[in-house]
């Protein structure tokens, strides 16, 4: 099959990701939008950190604690130093983890990180139309929607705009999988401050979206499933693995939940 292809002029979320969590797959173009956030922002590296060591912190309480080994990771990202199918399969070797992104380097990577498992896949498809998504040959062919699934929205949902609903497209995958099943979800919080509101300016320039939402808002996306301890929380203090000491104000403006459909 021909690689993806992307154009490397146009800055992509996925490697200016890449970019300040330290990583080699990024352009030009992304750099400048990450230097952007890191001159203006002293705090958007930790931000990215934390976001993606909850994120590694989350998938194995997941596997080990819930006892779930079927993932679908929506808006995945590139590969990067630990990834969620290997956090899965080092606490159950026969996890099966399904990547979803829409971005096409995020395939092309992807493919190359996983050519060798056939228990992961990595998917280049919009999750705004979960249906679709949910209803792909490749998906249904690994995962069994009959048993429970953790479905990890890791920064992704504050990359879809109001226009595109992200609640009812939460609610749908919600609805598609059975009880038992876990949600993952880290997001952008504004607390009504003036870093949030300029970190969503720059985000909107560089990538036409972004929206920094309350804790009200990004509740909702909760409804109907249990939250388990601590709740909505910053992703420093999601099960931290050693003392978050006190978090910075940027630090805050990351939050994490993790829920288990009844
Ligand atoms: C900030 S990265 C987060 C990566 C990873 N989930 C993590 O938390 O470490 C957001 C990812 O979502 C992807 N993304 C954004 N909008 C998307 C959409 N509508 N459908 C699928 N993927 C999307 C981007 O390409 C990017 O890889």
């Not at 992961?120 to 949910?134: C, M, Y």
């Not at 609805?175 to 993952?184: D, H, N, Q, R, Y």
Request: net charge negative; with cysteine.
């Amino acid at each position: 099959m021909e690689p993806p292809s992307f154009n490397p002029e146009v800055p992509s979320i996925a490697r200016v990701y890449d970019y300040l969590l330290g990583g080699k797959d990024h352009f030009p173009s992304d750099r400048e939008v990450g230097e952007i956030f890191i001159r203006q922002f002293p705090g958007a590296v930790a931000i990215a950190m934390d976001n993606r060591a909850c994120l590694i912190r989350a998938v194995d309480f997941i596997a080990a604690q819930l006892g779930i080994g079927q993932f679908i990771d929506l808006g995945s990202g590139l590969p990067t130093a630990d990834n969620v199918h290997q956090v899965a399969q080092r606490a159950n070797p026969a996890a099966r983890v399904a990547y979803v992104d829409n971005d096409p380097s995020v395939l092309a990577h992807g493919r190359a990180l996983l050519a060798e498992d056939d228990q992961t896949i990595v998917v280049q498809a919009d999750i705004t139309d979960p249906q679709a998504v949910l209803g792909l040959p490749e998906i249904r062919a690994l995962l069994d929607l009959n048993r429970p699934v953790a479905v990890i929205a890791s920064a992704i949902l504050h990359h879809v705009t109001d226009a595109e609903d992200p609640v009812s497209l939460i609610t749908a995958v919600k609805e598609a999988v059975p009880a038992g099943s876990a949600l993952f979800i880290s997001h952008f919080r504004t607390l009504g401050d003036p870093d949030s509101a300029a970190m969503e300016e720059v985000l909107q320039e560089a990538f036409g979206r972004g929206a920094w939402r309350t804790d009200a808002q990004i509740a909702e996306y909760f409804a109907g499933a249990s939250l388990l301890e601590p709740g909505i929380v910053p992703c420093a203090l999601w099960h931290p693995d050693k003392d978050p000491g006190e978090l910075t104000g940027y630090q805050r403006l990351i939050v994490a939940g993790l829920a288990v459909k009844p």
